[in-house]
């Protein structure tokens, strides 16, 4: 049986090569979703970002809610494009090459970022685990993937192509039921996420804390 490993996808010299071949792959401007629920996060808080790519996100974090910002993914070119960032405008993001299918946070964070990590059904029980160890108590999930629907709907052909790799919202719900989920809300929405990810898309958006 092949091993998710071997779609080119899942390999990290993959996303290093579209990285490098494209300025800003996913754009500059933070997930609209974070975005719209940052003013959950205090000032000052923790944030780690699984799948991180370029750290747009937590840059504007950084900026707008003083985060202090981890940003882990496994593609170095990713990362390093994160790193100037946070050089160049004197942010306080350190990253983490790691694949996060196999990565064992050492430590907790009070918020946890997820966008569009398009893990396999085998895959995402074990997210699911490494989210809730990375969150302290009390700690801040905002989660956004595509649904299912996505393929079969009126939608543009953007993201994932298998509905294997999105989510449906039953699955987040089941995944989070010991922690207080304050919202799994399944809208359409237009996507502005650089060149490769723009347009009318159908997700699910997971708010939730975790159990105290």
Known sequence: MASPDDHPSSRPAFWDTRYADHDH????????????????????????????????TLAWLARTRDAVCTALDFSETALEAARRRARADDLPIETVRADVRRWVPGRQWDAVVVTFLQLLPTERPALYRTIRSALRPGGLLLGEWFRPDHLTGDYDRIGPTTAGRMVPPSELRDAFAADAVRRCATPDVHLEDGPHLRGRAAVVRLVARRAE
Do not use: K
């Not at 944030?47 to 750290?55: R, W, Y």
């Open 25 to 56: 792959l996913f754009g500059v401007e933070p997930s609209a979703f974070v975005a719209a629920e940052a003013g959950r996060l205090e000032r000052g808080s923790t944030v780690l970002e699984l799948g991180a790519g370029e750290g747009r």
